[in-house]
T-cell receptor
């Protein structure tokens, strides 16, 4: 039962353009969502998070949007840079269960110069 | 501040053996979670420890166990290794058990032959 889904295994964008990575979830108990970036042979690096009481959170080039009614979140990277090329995972946790992150399968982003 | 460290980074074992992996969290972090990453299943939660107590457990057989010491360092143990246990084992730390933002180590790559 895949509670967190990233339906696009890969995404390719041109440098300077916007990258939009999507994530859907099924468990209505999830109340905190995170995005991680992962390079090969390294652990995931925390990027940005959002609580269910918000619908948007910004940090520099990264913005996460949350649509609770649609159980959908997205990560926008503007402008995209070649160094952003990596695998991006969205993750979710439920209230009272914050130590347990449920991850999506990941989306490989390639930013072309 | 030093990040999460995991030892060893690489390990090769044979079926039936047991293995112990170690994780040192970020200084001041008291919660440690463990995850298994495989190509087929993605990142899956194993367990979480806080104040030397297991707070949460994922859907893994009893061959997988862990513990946490008073200095917050954690170990996980896998007994009677199977080929399917070959994976990247990731440790993540967070400030408290109620903090969803987890910071990952580089992982231990376990290969079972």
């Amino acid at each position: 039962d895949q509670q967190v889904k990233q339906n696009s295994p890969s995404l390719s964008v041109q440098e300077g353009r916007i990258s939009i990575l999507n994530c859907d979830y099924t468990n209505s108990m999830f109340d905190y969502f995170l995005w991680y970036k992962k390079y090969p042979a390294e652990g995931p690096t925390f990027l940005i998070s959002i609580s269910s009481i918000k619908d948007k959170n910004e940090d520099g080039r990264f913005t996460v949007f949350l649509n609770k009614s649609a159980k959908h979140l997205s990560l926008h990277i503007v402008p995209s840079q070649p160094g952003d090329s990596a695998v991006y995972f969205c993750a979710a946790s439920a209230y009272g269960n914050t130590g347990k992150l449920i991850f999506g399968q990941g989306t490989t982003l390639q930013v072309k110069p | 501040k030093a990040g999460v460290t995991q030892t060893p980074r690489y390990l090769i074992k044979t079926r039936g053996q047991q293995v112990t992996l170690s994780c040192s969290p970020i200084s001041g972090h008291r919660s440690v979670s463990w995850y298994q990453q495989t190509p087929g299943q993605g990142l899956q939660f194993l367990f979480e420890y806080f104040s030397e107590t297991q707070r949460n457990k994922g859907n893994f057989p009893g061959r997988f166990s862990g513990r946490q010491f008073s200095n917050s360092r954690s170990e996980m143990n896998v007994s009677t290794l199977e080929l399917g246990d070959s994976a990247l084992y990731l440790c993540a730390s967070s400030l408290t058990s109620g903090s969803a933002e987890q910071f990952f180590g580089p992982g231990t790559r376990l290969t079972v032959l």
